[in-house]
């Protein structure tokens, strides 16, 4: 077990208590903010080399939203942290009854590639708050954005307590034969199988947060243009490597004819005419993602887009249409620059065939007449849900993200990061005093006695006469 | 069987995606309903505990039932709340727009029970999957057979017949019922099937909430009103014939009070004089106290005729529980009869922390004591071990309750008693660790059972403010 000798010496540091004065977490969120703040060129130039990430992207996602969420973590976590007084029953109206906020311990965080420096911090940032010791795991596939995490880790914050490890899938599952406290994983369905059938061995709790085909359905009844941008956007960010991208349009006929020149209008809008020339389109990964992207674009027909160019690893913003649910993109999640258009004749039939699918990490449903959207709403199921855009719903700290089924298990961000790596432990401190009114629990048991004691105990509905 | 399993899963998912479940009025009338079943068969309800654990009546009554219709109250009374959608903040860019997070159900759930509160370890978070939307599968244990049969048989009766099955059996039909998928799996029981019931998960990626044991200790400070504490202790450990998930498994105090800790809990097991005492100088309470008379004596002279005294579930247990006394000094009881599964409340002393009553969740009549020199060794002592379900302290210094709180970790706690935070629904009860994941009750048990669904509803309008985040990006887009 070659990672037996790191885990059991964090594992010493976190019996040491090192981590929870919320003067040490502050200590390491700070040191996060500074890294955030001195190293904002090297995070820019990192994720270009590795994925072509435009820079106003880069700034906005992985740096924006990263110090807000570290921002809103400082401003509460001394309110998180604390013993959370909860309401009392008859028989403990004078004891102390809380819920503590304990940390779990050594926690591993593993990251993907698409968000690299985002998707390891915002974890980070909650698992620290919480305030456990943690191994973060960056993505092999990112290789220089792996390396700054790497570096990020040992420079700023206390190489006692937290600790990177850099390695690929055979390492990883050596990794994971040690016992850890909590594992926080973001990655693909499949491996997220594997990862908790690991945890399952040492009953370690999980988050995973997966992902699957989320659609965007847009009804008859819409603004286009608007529409047309607002999914562009969503579609083509970081070349369509996003979890919670569109994946795929349901409209009819008519729709789909209006959509086209909208949507055209849209990425010259976005990216000019060549958008091969334009700073603000990223790239594909790496080479296996974009064959296996590429061969998705023989689906329907090619109604924009379409060109490729090997060497770049540049595939151009595609809509396709036509498509059917038998074609090779809509047989898995697409993660790249490609908008399948698949025609359905009314929401119906969108949600039906919706329903019908694994449940996805977000659903987005457009149209003027809210009634449609909350129509798709509320007969499907998914993490999170946008109405009239997309993306959007993520960057609002005060709502959980995370998936449900097969896109996931488990949510965080804001507040929900810190309970995900918090033990929520019931606590109940008595008084050692007035022990006659414990004697009606006592045996010998009784008619009588328990006739008292359903008294004093039982909750009744409201609305009808109590005897006390 | 796997066949019968997948038809029994698929008709409860069928009739979730109906979609009947899903509304409010559909929940209440089935907790309705489930209320009625509670008091309406409370006599065979407390006859097939009996039959399984040879519990009386009234404690029966205490232990599995007014608890569950202290829940079910709760729930229907604060239900509409749960369920309605909680609108958050917003940002700057999104004030103009709605956004809440929605409770939904999360599909079919899998319930699996154990056998030593085999009504209300199916009930309770039956109640709490019901309020949540859900379509449920129940499995009672087999071990405590009648109260499984009884499940089976009344269910049906008050309950929709496809949403909420009960599947009865024992190993093999609970591995082929966890091939199927379900949206959430709860399981009540030991680590070790813990495991399997998360491997098994983690095929489908289905959330678990794991309800596990483990060796919950307590630590009795010298500074503590030792009889109090003892009849507390005593109380908690030999309720149900200790096979109790929170009972405090072991006593950890310093050798100079271990003697006075066994005669207290021996007193208290037979006679106790305090609260004759105590009922003389407070006339106020001489009520309540008057039946004091009643509570002398836990068990009487003659436990094993003590119609309130429990008995161990089976012949296997017996023997296992029994095998532990091995080596060790009794200081109180001892005594066993296979042929009725009886062991008397019994108390070790001076055990060595590497004996076998030690390695394992004893789950009997046995309360061994492990003597330590200070609260640090104490502290020490539970930290080298697999965090617990429920860690119990008694002391009069609140400095140092707070301290073994703080410098351990548990699934929760209770100090100067024992077994009491499982009774608050509003603190939320699970394991940590070995112990478990996940927790219920109360409100806890509702959001166990729901996905909280992230909403936002836009505008279709308004789409200058969006301009700033379209590309082509721009360092004046960022500064602003």
């Not at chain 1, 690991?198 to 997966?210: D, G, I, S, W, Y």
């Not at chain 1, 449940?359 to 798709?376: E, G, H, M, T």
């Not at chain 2, 859900?134 to 009344?154: C, G, Q």
Request: aromatic fraction near 8%; include cysteine.
């Amino acid at each position: 077990n070659p990672y037996a000798g790191l885990v059991s010496r964090l594992r010493a540091a976190w019996l040491s208590g090192k981590t929870r004065p919320v003067e040490y977490r502050v200590a390491q969120l700070e040191a996060l903010g500074r890294f955030l703040d001195e190293k904002k060129q090297d995070i820019l130039e990192a994720t270009a080399m590795d994925m072509g990430k435009p820079s106003f992207e880069a700034y906005f996602t992985e740096i924006l939203l990263c110090k807000n969420e570290l921002n809103d973590t400082l401003n509460n976590l001394s309110c998180w942290m604390k013993d959370e007084h909860v309401d009392k029953n008859l028989v403990t109206q004078l004891d102390s009854v809380f819920i503590r906020k304990d940390p779990y311990g050594v926690v591993l965080i593993i990251a993907p590639w698409n968000y690299p420096i985002h998707l390891v911090l915002m974890p980070l940032i909650g698992a620290i708050a919480a305030g456990n010791c943690v191994i973060v795991k960056p993505s092999e596939i990112a290789k220089n954005t792996e390396r700054l995490v790497a570096e990020m880790l040992t420079c700023y914050l206390d190489n006692d307590c937290f600790a990177v490890v850099t390695a690929g899938m055979l390492e990883t599952t050596r990794l994971l034969e040690n016992k850890f406290d909590y594992i926080f994983f973001t990655g693909a369905p499949s491996v997220g199988r594997i990862i908790m059938t690991a945890a399952a061995k040492h009953l370690t709790p999980v988050t995973l947060e997966l992902g699957g085909k989320n659609p965007c359905y847009v009804s008859d009844t819409c603004d286009v243009q608007n529409v047309a941008r607002r999914v562009a956007w969503g579609r083509f960010f970081n070349a369509g490597q996003t979890c919670i991208a569109p994946d795929y349009v349901l409209c009819s006929v008519e729709m789909q004819e209006k959509l086209m020149p909208a949507l055209r209008e849209a990425i010259t809008e976005f990216f000019g005419s060549n958008p091969q020339e334009s700073p603000d389109f990223g790239r594909i990964v790496g080479d296996k993602q974009f064959r296996r992207i590429r061969a998705l674009l023989c689906s329907g027909r090619v109604a924009i887009g379409g060109q490729t160019d090997e060497k770049e690893r540049y595939i151009a913003p595609t809509v396709l249409a036509d498509v059917l649910p038998s074609d090779p993109a809509m047989q898995e999640e697409i993660f790249g620059p490609i908008l399948p258009i698949v025609v359905v004749a009314n929401v119906d039939e969108a949600i039906e065939f919706i329903n019908a699918r694994p449940r996805p990490l977000a659903i987005y449903a457009f149209s003027c007449d809210s009634k449609v959207v909350n129509q798709v709403l509320e007969r499907t199921s998914s993490g999170g849900f946008c109405g009239n855009d997309t993306l959007m719903h993520v960057t609002l700290t005060s709502m959980p993200f995370g998936g449900i089924g097969n896109s996931g298990l488990g949510k965080y961000h804001g507040k929900f990061t810190f309970d995900t790596f918090t033990h929520h432990r019931g606590c109940l401190h008595r008084n050692m005093g007035l022990e006659a009114l414990n004697a009606l629990r006592y045996p010998p048991y009784s008619q009588q006695k328990l006739g008292l004691l359903t008294a004093t105990f039982e909750i009744k509905r409201k609305g009808m006469c109590t005897l006390l | 069987m796997e066949k019968e399993m997948q038809q029994v899963v698929g008709r409860a998912r069928a009739a979730f995606n109906s979609g009947r479940c899903r509304s409010l009025e559909f929940r209440m009338q089935q907790l309705k309903a489930l209320e009625r079943m509670v008091r309406e068969k409370e006599k065979e309800i407390l006859a097939a505990i009996k039959a399984d654990l040879h519990k009386s009546g009234p404690n029966a009554y205490s232990h599995e039932i007014l608890g569950l219709l202290g829940e079910l109250a709760l729930v229907m009374d604060q239900l509409p709340s749960w369920a309605a959608p909680q609108p958050v903040k917003r940002n700057l860019l999104t004030m103009r727009d709605e956004a809440y997070i929605c409770p939904e159900p999360l599909g079919v759930v899998l319930i699996i029970g154990a056998w030593n509160y085999p009504f209300v370890l199916v009930m309770q978070p039956l109640i709490g999957a019901i309020a949540a939307g859900n379509a449920v599968v129940v499995k009672p244990s087999e071990i405590s057979e009648n109260t499984a049969r009884l499940v089976a048989d009344l269910l049906p009766q008050y309950l929709d017949r496809e949403l909420y099955p009960v599947v009865t059996g024992g190993v093999p039909e609970t591995t082929a019922l966890l091939t199927q998928r379900f949206d959430h799996i709860l399981y009540t029981g030991n680590s070790t099937v813990g495991k399997i019931v998360m491997a098994a998960a983690a095929k489908h990626l289905t959330p678990v909430t794991l309800e596990l044991g483990g060796k919950s200790p307590c630590y009795i400070d010298k500074d503590c009103d030792l009889a109090i504490a003892c009849r507390r202790i005593t109380w908690g450990k030999y309720m149900n014939c200790g096979q109790t998930c929170i009972a405090p498994d072991y006593i950890l105090c310093d050798a100079s009070i271990q003697s006075k800790v066994v005669e207290n809990i021996r007193a208290t097991l037979q006679v106790s004089v305090e609260f004759l005492v105590l009922r003389d100088l407070c006339p106020r309470y001489s009520p309540a106290l008057s039946f004091c008379a009643l509570w002398q004596e836990f068990y009487g002279q003659d436990v094993k005729s003590s119609p309130d005294y429990e008995r161990v579930v089976n012949k296997r247990h017996f023997k296992r529980i029994l095998g532990l006394l091995e080596g060790q000094k009794i200081a109180h009881g001892g005594e066993a009869d296979e042929a009725s599964c009886y062991i008397a409340p019994t108390i070790l002393t001076d055990v060595s922390p590497e004996s076998k009553v030690m390695e394992e969740e004893i789950f009997g009549p046995i309360l061994p004591i492990v003597t330590v020199k200070s609260v640090e060794e104490a502290i020490e002592f539970i930290n080298r071990r697999e965090k617990p379900l429920a860690l119990y302290v008694f002391s009069n210094n609140k400095k140092l309750i707070k301290r073994v709180i703080s410098e351990t970790s548990s699934g929760g706690v209770t100090g100067n008693d024992v077994i009491m935070h499982f009774f608050l629904s509003t603190l939320p009860f699970g394991g940590v660790g070995n112990s478990g994941m996940g927790a219920y009750h109360g409100k806890h048990s509702f959001e166990t059972f729901s996905h909280r669904r992230a909403c936002l509803i836009k505008d279709l309008k308004m789409e200058g403010t969006n301009k700033l985040r379209y590309p082509p990006g721009s360092q004046k887009k960022v500064d602003w």
